[in-house]
């Protein structure tokens, strides 16, 4: 758990020095654009689904997304965190979407779109690790971005988060609090 604790420490820390004040935020250098995030299973501000947790089996939520349209859009990101004094990790990573993508259907992580990659999250799994911890903040956020996350096989969860930083132009979250 320090282990992790500690990634999720210094993933933060490189993102708020490439100007970033959250896990993935707003870059400097760019006005970013607003992408709307919805799913038919998750409500803003209502708990996660269990069935989303790991006390169940249906691995990743669908989502969905719309922006207004993006000439320099290439590809699509998702990742699914959480930090709060109770919970802090990344429980999912996916991109290199297509940009033409605009929902993914449930248990994305098991069959990602073509192209695209997932990082190893906290845990050091790649794809979804169900998040446990019962009382948290879970964010799904999707981010439109400029070019591919160009990243050598295995390229630490930092690196990919902060490729994804860096190429950010428009982005959207739905929060769950806590799980069901």
């Known amino acids: 758990m320090r282990r992790a ?40 501000g209502r708990p996660l689904p269990r069935q989303f947790s790991c006390q169940g089996s249906q691995g990743s939520p669908p989502l969905r997304w719309s922006s207004r349209p993006l000439e320099e859009a290439e590809t699509v990101a998702i990742v699914v965190d959480s930090n709060s004094a109770e919970s802090s990790g990344v429980y999912w990573v996916l991109y290199n979407i297509p ?14 779109p073509e192209g695209s990659g997932q990082a190893k999250v906290t845990s050091g799994k790649a ?31 930092s690196t990919i988060l902060k490729r ?14 806590n799980i069901e």
């Not at 420490?9 to 708020?16: D, G, I, K, P, Y």
């Not at 446990?132 to 981010?143: A, D, E, L, P, W």
């Not at 994804?164 to 609090?177: F, N, P, S, Y």
């Open 5 to 44: 604790a500690v990634m999720v420490t210094a993933v933060a820390s490189v993102l708020t020095a490439s100007g970033c004040g959250t896990i993935i935020g707003t870059s400097e250098a760019q006005e970013i654009a607003r992408i709307n995030v919805s799913s038919p299973d998750l409500r803003e």
């Open 164 to 177: 994804i930083a860096d190429r950010t132009i428009a982005r959207g979250r739905l929060t769950a609090v």
């Open 99 to 112: 940009a033409t993508t605009t929902e993914l259907g449930p248990n994305a992580a098991e069959s990602p």
């Open 127 to 157: 794809g979804y690790e169900p998040p446990c911890v019962g009382k948290g903040t879970y964010r799904f956020s999707v981010y439109t971005l400029s070019g591919k996350v160009d990243v050598e096989e295995g390229a630490s969860l």
